[in-house]
């Protein structure tokens, strides 16, 4: 059976949940399970702190999980990133009150609270910054209200916790993140278990973000129209009963599919239609 660990709670845990069940997995009825057992696909999942998934699947006693890379990163655990789920989008950022620091190179023999020791330490490692750094668990904006530091680093997605502190984000991102699917690092890759959930997974993110596009043209025009919309391989072309017309089908990305209809409009296409899609696999 295959076994894997899904974020229990915070930020991941509910998209998780969602993403996997519409892959068609079966996820747990309330927040106080603990496992779950997913019988007809033959999967175990665990509902784990998102902080703590990598460290168990680096151990080989699970075999995926759904987790954030910067938790990823931050654990060091010997585990690698196979998939990106394009939900859970943050960035990490070290900011201060202003006029602190111009960047970076003026944190010398500051202290950085963070709950993110990890990525931090090598951070400043790598950039020759000679900063201490205090583990907090949560809530760091406050640390430098308080006293206990003079910098923080931590997630950043709209910004609202650090403007309602009066802080502001110094230098560029220390890394961008976002959930991810991680394995143990230098796992069966072949593994056709594994292969197949991340099938399943990909199909969601393709159903999530294409839409199927049908509409009628003029032989004439098809190389026009074939250009505008080239789906993922070849778009599907079919006679019409009306000669001199063809029905072209093809996937388009959702977030352009009415620039591309109006593009399609104006050389001639016509019955344009746009249909979400359900599952798929590429
Ligand atoms: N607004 C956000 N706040 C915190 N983490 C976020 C946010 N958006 C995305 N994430 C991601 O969620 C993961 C952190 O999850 P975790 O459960 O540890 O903290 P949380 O979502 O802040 O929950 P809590 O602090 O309530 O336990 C990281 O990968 C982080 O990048
Ligand atoms: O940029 P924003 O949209 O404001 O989101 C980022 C904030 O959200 C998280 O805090 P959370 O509410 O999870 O509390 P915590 O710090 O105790 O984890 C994170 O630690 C930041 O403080
Ligand atoms: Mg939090």
């Known amino acids: 059976m295959l076994r894997i660990a899904v974020p229990n709670k915070g930020s991941l845990s509910g998209p998780a949940s969602e993403m ?20 007809e696909n033959d999967v175990e999942f665990f509902y784990l702190r998102p902080k703590d998934i990598a460290i168990y699947v680096a151990s080989g006693k699970l075999d995926i ?111 961008k993140s976002e959930a991810v699917v991680v394995r143990r690092t230098g796992a069966d890759a072949d593994d056709p278990r594994a292969q197949q959930f991340l099938r399943r997974m990909q199909g969601v993110l393709v159903a999530r973000s294409y839409v199927m596009m049908d509409y009628d043209i003029r032989v004439e025009q098809l190389e026009n129209a074939v250009a505008l919309t080239p789906g993922l391989e070849s778009p599907t072309v079919s006679p019409l009963h009306h000669e001199g017309w063809v029905a072209v089908r093809a996937m388009v990305p959702a977030k352009e599919a009415q620039r591309i209809m109006d593009d399609l409009y104006d050389i001639g296409a016509r019955a344009i239609l746009t249909t979400s899609i359900h599952a798929c696999r590429l």
């Open 20 to 39: 996997l069940h519409e892959a068609g997995y079966r996820q747990r009825k309330e927040s106080k399970e603990l496992v779950t057992v997913d019988l």
């Open 65 to 175: 999980g759904i987790t954030g890379r910067d938790l990823l990163l931050d654990s060091g655990a010997n585990a690698e990133e196979i998939l990106a789920l394009n939900f859970g989008r943050s960035t990490f950022r070290y900011a201060t009150r202003p006029g602190t620091a111009k960047g970076p190179e003026d944190f010398h023999g500051m202290t950085i609270a963070t709950s993110y020791e990890g990525i931090v330490a090598k951070h400043l490692a790598e950039q020759g910054i000679d900063a201490s750094v205090v583990h907090l668990d949560g809530a760091v904006e406050t640390a430098i209200q308080l006293g206990v530091a003079e910098v923080i680093a931590d997630v950043v997605e709209t910004g609202t916790s650090l403007r309602n502190a009066g802080l502001e984000v110094i230098g560029e991102p220390i890394l």
